[in-house]
Antibody
Framework: EVQLLESGGGLVQPGGSLRLSCAAS????????MSWVRQAPGKGLEWVSA????????YYADSVKGRFTISRDNSKNTVYLQVNSLRVEDTAMYYC????????????WGQGTLVTVSS | QTVVTQEPSFSVSPGGTVTLTCGLS?????????PSWYQQTPGQAPRTLIY???IRSSGVPDRFSGSILGNKAALTITGAQADDECVYYC??????????FGGGTKLTVL
């Protein structure tokens, strides 16, 4: 059974940082690209970032480029999202997901970790 | 700025068939966009229905199907049930690793 378990969310002040983690199991992690998707309270889904299966390629939405960094450790079956210079508008549930076709076609999702940016 | 368009809302009668669409503001959708569809009920994580145009995710019943209709991606639900009432999102792969979600369609079954 595929499982994706996010952690690392919390309450942080504007300008602060967090590192989100997503531990994967139930599939060959190193064969799949991984993505982060977020959802602000009461809003729709927003694609945030993706990383290739090897980690050699990383991609970002314009809204987070330069502030967020995605990475992965295939030896630990874990993908990370370092979120820096946080803004109030970054408040959201952050979901980890795997992709089926390169970095496209998200399939399995985690349950999410909540990031709240507030003073 | 690329905009992925979805109907804001749609309604279907129980047992009926509905087709939701996913378009682009300034282009046609093709299989190269790997259109994918997700279902989300309040307070829950999204659930994948279809990925890469027409591949059903594990455990998804065959009354959910995906296709390209004209210049849009489409999700067709046949035999609509009460628990199909939720929000449906599509996502399109643009290029250079970037994907964009549509704003979602709130489906009402009544």
């Amino acid at each position: 059974e595929v499982q994706l378990l996010e952690s690392g969310g919390g309450l942080v002040q504007p300008g602060g940082s967090l590192r989100l983690s997503c531990a994967a199991s139930g599939f060959t992690f190193s064969s799949y690209a991984m993505s982060w998707v977020r959802q602000a309270p009461g809003k729709g889904l927003e694609w945030v970032s993706a990383i290739s299966d090897s980690g050699g390629g990383s991609y970002y939405a314009d809204s987070v480029k330069g502030r967020f960094t995605i990475s992965r450790d295939n030896s630990k079956n874990t993908v990370y999202l370092q979120v820096n210079s946080l803004r109030v508008e970054d408040t959201a549930m952050y979901y980890c997901a795997n992709a089926r076709v390169g970095v496209a076609a998200i399939d399995y999702w985690g349950q999410g970790t909540l990031v709240t940016v507030s003073s | 700025q690329t905009v992925v368009t979805q109907e804001p809302s749609f309604s279907v009668s129980p047992g009926g068939t509905v087709t939701l669409t996913c378009g682009l503001s300034s282009d046609s959708v093709s299989t190269s966009h790997y259109p994918s569809w997700y279902q989300q009920t309040p307070g829950q994580a999204p659930r994948t229905l279809i990925y890469s145009t027409n591949i059903r995710s594990s455990g998804v019943p065959d009354r959910f199907s995906g296709s390209i209709l004209g210049n849009k991606a489409a999700l067709t639900i046949t035999g609509a049930q009460a628990d199909d009432e939720c929000v449906y999102y599509c996502v399109l792969y643009m290029r250079r690793g970037i994907s964009v979600f549509g704003g979602g369609t709130k489906l009402t079954v009544l």
